[in-house]
Protein backbone atom coordinates (compact mmCIF):
# COMPACT_ATOMS: atom_id res chain seq x y z
CA UNK A 1 0.00 0.00 0.00
CA UNK A 2 1.12 3.80 -0.68
CA UNK A 3 1.82 5.21 2.06
CA UNK A 4 3.51 8.94 3.72
CA UNK A 5 3.10 9.06 7.51
CA UNK A 6 4.15 12.67 9.12
CA UNK A 7 5.23 13.21 12.24
CA UNK A 8 7.27 15.79 14.23
CA UNK A 9 4.25 18.78 15.24
CA UNK A 10 3.61 20.54 18.34
CA UNK A 11 3.60 23.27 20.20
CA UNK A 12 6.50 25.83 19.81
CA UNK A 13 7.43 29.34 20.30
CA UNK A 14 7.32 32.28 17.91
CA UNK A 15 11.28 32.12 17.08
CA UNK A 16 11.85 28.67 17.59
CA UNK A 17 12.43 26.05 15.38
CA UNK A 18 10.94 22.43 14.32
CA UNK A 19 11.91 19.79 12.48
CA UNK A 20 8.78 17.60 10.55
CA UNK A 21 9.27 14.22 9.12
CA UNK A 22 7.32 12.18 6.37
CA UNK A 23 8.20 8.51 6.38
CA UNK A 24 6.87 6.47 2.38
CA UNK A 25 6.38 3.16 1.96
CA UNK A 26 4.87 1.30 -0.57
CA UNK A 27 6.72 2.77 -3.67
CA UNK A 28 9.94 3.77 -4.97
CA UNK A 29 10.70 6.90 -3.10
CA UNK A 30 13.71 7.68 -4.48
CA UNK A 31 12.00 8.18 -8.28
CA UNK A 32 9.54 10.85 -6.78
CA UNK A 33 9.51 14.81 -6.13
CA UNK A 34 8.01 15.57 -2.96
CA UNK A 35 6.06 18.53 -1.38
CA UNK A 36 4.53 19.83 1.88
CA UNK A 37 1.31 21.47 1.60
CA UNK A 38 -0.17 23.18 4.59
CA UNK A 39 -3.51 24.69 6.28
CA UNK A 40 -3.67 27.25 8.54
CA UNK A 41 -6.99 26.27 10.81
CA UNK A 42 -10.22 26.82 9.01
CA UNK A 43 -8.63 28.06 6.12
CA UNK A 44 -7.55 26.83 2.97
CA UNK A 45 -4.29 25.07 1.43
CA UNK A 46 -0.81 26.64 1.44
CA UNK A 47 1.95 24.88 -1.18
CA UNK A 48 5.09 25.35 1.14
CA UNK A 49 8.24 23.77 -0.65
CA UNK A 50 9.27 21.13 -3.23
CA UNK A 51 12.34 18.69 -3.09
CA UNK A 52 13.03 17.06 -6.62
CA UNK A 53 14.25 14.10 -7.48
CA UNK A 54 18.30 12.82 -7.22
CA UNK A 55 18.01 12.58 -11.44
CA UNK A 56 16.97 16.83 -10.77
CA UNK A 57 19.68 17.34 -8.43
CA UNK A 58 17.53 17.18 -5.09
CA UNK A 59 16.69 21.06 -6.22
CA UNK A 60 13.95 22.78 -4.33
CA UNK A 61 11.57 25.52 -4.48
CA UNK A 62 9.89 27.34 -1.81
CA UNK A 63 7.02 29.55 -1.05
CA UNK A 64 8.16 32.94 -1.21
CA UNK A 65 6.11 33.45 2.63
CA UNK A 66 9.18 30.43 3.94
CA UNK A 67 11.49 30.90 1.71
CA UNK A 68 15.23 31.47 4.03
CA UNK A 69 12.93 30.39 6.90
CA UNK A 70 11.93 26.69 6.06
CA UNK A 71 14.53 23.87 4.35
CA UNK A 72 13.21 20.56 2.81
CA UNK A 73 15.84 17.81 2.59
CA UNK A 74 15.33 14.12 2.00
CA UNK A 75 17.25 10.55 2.68
CA UNK A 76 16.42 8.78 0.03
CA UNK A 77 18.12 5.31 1.97
CA UNK A 78 15.39 5.67 4.40
CA UNK A 79 12.48 6.74 2.37
CA UNK A 80 11.78 10.29 4.26
CA UNK A 81 11.44 13.33 3.47
CA UNK A 82 11.70 16.37 6.14
CA UNK A 83 10.67 20.18 7.01
CA UNK A 84 13.07 22.02 8.51
CA UNK A 85 11.20 25.20 10.44
CA UNK A 86 13.44 28.08 11.78
CA UNK A 87 12.44 31.62 12.94
CA UNK A 88 9.01 30.70 13.21
CA UNK A 89 6.12 32.71 13.15
CA UNK A 90 2.66 32.44 15.02
CA UNK A 91 1.24 32.86 11.10
CA UNK A 92 3.17 29.48 10.52
CA UNK A 93 0.13 27.61 12.64
CA UNK A 94 -1.03 24.94 10.53
CA UNK A 95 -1.30 20.85 9.30
CA UNK A 96 1.82 20.26 7.49
CA UNK A 97 1.09 17.72 4.75
CA UNK A 98 3.70 15.93 3.12
CA UNK A 99 2.61 15.28 -0.37
CA UNK A 100 4.04 12.57 -3.35
CA UNK A 101 4.16 14.31 -6.83
CA UNK A 102 3.51 11.34 -9.39
CA UNK A 103 4.57 11.78 -12.96
CA UNK A 104 1.78 11.82 -15.14
CA UNK A 105 2.76 12.47 -18.84
CA UNK A 106 6.24 14.29 -17.91
CA UNK A 107 4.49 16.82 -15.72
CA UNK A 108 5.30 16.21 -11.35
CA UNK A 109 1.87 16.73 -9.59
CA UNK A 110 0.14 16.06 -6.45
CA UNK A 111 -1.00 12.33 -6.16
CA UNK A 112 -0.87 10.76 -2.39
CA UNK A 113 -1.05 13.17 0.73
CA UNK A 114 0.11 12.36 4.00
CA UNK A 115 -2.58 12.55 6.96
CA UNK A 116 -0.59 15.67 8.14
CA UNK A 117 0.88 16.80 11.27
CA UNK A 118 -0.52 19.84 13.32
CA UNK A 119 2.72 22.46 13.79
CA UNK A 120 1.00 25.29 16.55
CA UNK A 121 3.48 28.49 16.80
CA UNK A 122 2.25 30.48 20.04
CA UNK A 123 3.87 31.95 23.43
CA UNK B 1 1.74 34.64 -8.68
CA UNK B 2 -1.83 33.18 -10.24
CA UNK B 3 -4.36 33.68 -8.69
CA UNK B 4 -6.97 30.98 -8.75
CA UNK B 5 -11.01 32.18 -7.69
CA UNK B 6 -13.50 29.44 -7.05
CA UNK B 7 -16.95 30.16 -6.95
CA UNK B 8 -19.17 29.42 -4.91
CA UNK B 9 -17.60 29.36 -1.60
CA UNK B 10 -20.00 27.34 0.09
CA UNK B 11 -23.41 25.28 -1.71
CA UNK B 12 -26.08 23.69 -0.28
CA UNK B 13 -27.63 20.46 -2.35
CA UNK B 14 -29.50 17.17 -1.79
CA UNK B 15 -28.67 13.77 -2.31
CA UNK B 16 -29.16 12.71 -6.34
CA UNK B 17 -28.29 16.54 -7.35
CA UNK B 18 -25.91 17.74 -9.95
CA UNK B 19 -23.98 20.46 -8.82
CA UNK B 20 -21.03 21.97 -10.81
CA UNK B 21 -18.23 24.22 -9.16
CA UNK B 22 -16.24 26.57 -11.02
CA UNK B 23 -12.14 28.15 -10.94
CA UNK B 24 -10.96 30.93 -12.19
CA UNK B 25 -6.94 31.26 -13.21
CA UNK B 26 -5.97 35.13 -13.01
CA UNK B 27 -3.81 34.02 -16.48
CA UNK B 28 -3.77 31.26 -18.13
CA UNK B 29 -2.55 28.06 -17.16
CA UNK B 30 -3.34 25.45 -20.44
CA UNK B 31 -4.76 22.56 -18.51
CA UNK B 32 -1.80 22.19 -15.51
CA UNK B 33 -5.59 22.21 -13.28
CA UNK B 34 -6.21 19.65 -10.38
CA UNK B 35 -9.04 19.12 -8.18
CA UNK B 36 -8.89 17.98 -4.80
CA UNK B 37 -11.99 16.98 -2.16
CA UNK B 38 -11.26 17.19 1.56
CA UNK B 39 -13.32 15.73 4.23
CA UNK B 40 -13.26 17.33 7.89
CA UNK B 41 -10.20 16.36 10.10
CA UNK B 42 -8.64 14.19 6.67
CA UNK B 43 -6.23 14.90 4.21
CA UNK B 44 -7.15 16.19 0.81
CA UNK B 45 -7.62 13.45 -1.98
CA UNK B 46 -6.53 13.79 -5.06
CA UNK B 47 -9.47 13.90 -7.78
CA UNK B 48 -8.94 15.12 -11.02
CA UNK B 49 -5.56 16.18 -13.27
CA UNK B 50 -5.08 17.85 -16.40
CA UNK B 51 -8.02 19.58 -15.83
CA UNK B 52 -10.06 16.45 -17.08
CA UNK B 53 -8.63 12.96 -16.17
CA UNK B 54 -9.66 10.74 -13.61
CA UNK B 55 -6.99 9.48 -10.54
CA UNK B 56 -7.27 5.87 -10.65
CA UNK B 57 -9.91 4.89 -8.42
CA UNK B 58 -11.78 8.32 -8.60
CA UNK B 59 -16.02 7.06 -9.50
CA UNK B 60 -16.91 8.46 -12.63
CA UNK B 61 -19.66 10.95 -11.54
CA UNK B 62 -16.64 13.02 -10.85
CA UNK B 63 -15.87 15.11 -14.22
CA UNK B 64 -13.88 18.12 -14.97
CA UNK B 65 -13.49 20.13 -17.93
CA UNK B 66 -11.78 23.88 -18.80
CA UNK B 67 -8.68 25.02 -20.47
CA UNK B 68 -6.46 28.67 -20.23
CA UNK B 69 -8.23 30.56 -17.17
CA UNK B 70 -11.75 29.01 -16.57
CA UNK B 71 -12.34 25.99 -15.23
CA UNK B 72 -15.47 23.11 -13.94
CA UNK B 73 -15.88 20.24 -11.14
CA UNK B 74 -19.24 18.68 -11.75
CA UNK B 75 -20.30 16.05 -9.53
CA UNK B 76 -22.97 13.71 -10.88
CA UNK B 77 -26.48 12.39 -8.03
CA UNK B 78 -24.34 13.38 -5.08
CA UNK B 79 -24.58 11.08 -2.67
CA UNK B 80 -24.13 11.57 1.24
CA UNK B 81 -20.33 10.99 0.48
CA UNK B 82 -19.58 13.46 -1.25
CA UNK B 83 -20.47 16.48 0.86
CA UNK B 84 -16.82 17.85 1.51
CA UNK B 85 -15.10 20.27 0.35
CA UNK B 86 -13.36 21.00 -2.83
CA UNK B 87 -10.14 22.89 -4.14
CA UNK B 88 -8.80 23.41 -7.22
CA UNK B 89 -4.91 23.97 -7.60
CA UNK B 90 -2.60 25.33 -10.82
CA UNK B 91 0.67 23.17 -11.14
CA UNK B 92 1.60 25.39 -14.14
CA UNK B 93 3.90 27.77 -12.72
CA UNK B 94 5.73 28.30 -9.11
CA UNK B 95 4.47 29.41 -6.33
CA UNK B 96 1.93 26.35 -6.92
CA UNK B 97 -1.33 27.80 -5.85
CA UNK B 98 -5.07 26.81 -4.37
CA UNK B 99 -8.32 28.12 -4.92
CA UNK B 100 -9.91 29.36 -1.50
CA UNK B 101 -12.42 26.02 -1.69
CA UNK B 102 -15.58 25.44 -2.19
CA UNK B 103 -17.90 23.40 0.40
CA UNK B 104 -20.46 21.62 -0.21
CA UNK B 105 -23.28 21.22 2.60
CA UNK B 106 -26.25 19.02 2.84
CA UNK B 107 -29.44 20.77 2.24
Known amino acids: EVQLVDSGGGLVQPGGSLRLSCAAS????????MDWVRQAPGKGLEWVGR??????????EYAASVKGRFTISRDDSKNSVYLQMNSLKIEDTAVYYCVRDGLYGGIHLFDIWGQGTMVTVSS | DIQMTQSPSSLSASVGDRVTITCRAS??????LAWFQQKPGKAPKSLIYAASILQSGVPSKFSGSGSGTYFTLTISSLQPDDFATYYCEQYSTFPLTFGGGTKVEIK
Open chain 2, 27 to 32: QGISNY
Open chain 1, 51 to 60: SKNKAKSYRT
Open chain 1, 26 to 33: GFTFSDHF
